[in-house]
């Protein structure tokens, strides 16, 4: 059951993510880049679930956002960067829950990291998105500011969802100060 709501999670979140990110936010004509909500799904779930589900949830992500139907790159190139941001995120989760600050920090550099990651392997596959792109370090620093901006409003809510679909009783949201770190148990009066 457990793994079922795991599913069901991510394909949501993604979905939706994906959705927003390639409809709408273009229309808010942010200069150069746009936040990347996939790569924040996949942080979240990273945290959340912990390096080898987040790779998993990355790498899925990843193939959705390459099957997605305005892409012109390599079916794969997004996915192996997820995969390695979704490990991450599971590796540097205890990180990742120390502040709300700290947190979007990662987010953004992970989220520039991304950007580049995605660029190196057009070049190495000699296709468009390439690092020798004009603009390529100022799409790169712009999707990682819009990406550490758009953190706070997503990370805490989905890692929470997360921890709950893992079956642990917790609140939705996080405590004060804290960005994603354990929120307070609920309990019954039973216990």
């Known amino acids: 059951m457990r793994a079922f709501l795991r599913f069901l999670l991510a394909a949501a979140a993604v979905t939706l993510a994906l959705a ?31 390096q080898n589900l987040g790779a998993v949830a ?11 139907p305005p892409s012109v790159t390599a079916t794969g190139r997004h996915a192996i960067v997820l995969t390695l941001v979704g490990a991450l995120a599971g590796r540097l ?51 990682a500011l819009y990406t550490a901006i758009a953190t706070p409003f997503i990370l805490p809510g989905l890692a929470a969802l997360a921890r709950r679909a893992e079956g642990r009783r917790t609140l939705l949201l996080a405590p004060v100060g804290n960005a994603i770190g354990d929120p307070v148990a609920v309990r019954t009066a039973g216990q």
């Open 20 to 50: 927003l990110q390639l409809s709408v936010l273009p229309q808010v004509r942010l200069p150069y880049a746009v936040p990347d909500l996939v790569l924040l799904v996949v942080v979240s779930l990273g945290v959340a679930w912990g």
């Open 58 to 68: 990355g790498f899925a992500a990843g193939l959705a956002v390459d099957l997605a």
């Open 93 to 143: 989760a205890p990180d990742l829950k120390r502040s709300a600050l700290r947190t979007s920090a990662i987010a953004g550099i992970l989220a520039g990291l991304a950007t580049l990651g995605n660029a190196v392997l057009g070049s190495l596959l000699g296709e468009g998105g390439t690092i020798g792109s004009a603009g390529l370090p100022a799409c790169a620093a712009a999707c």
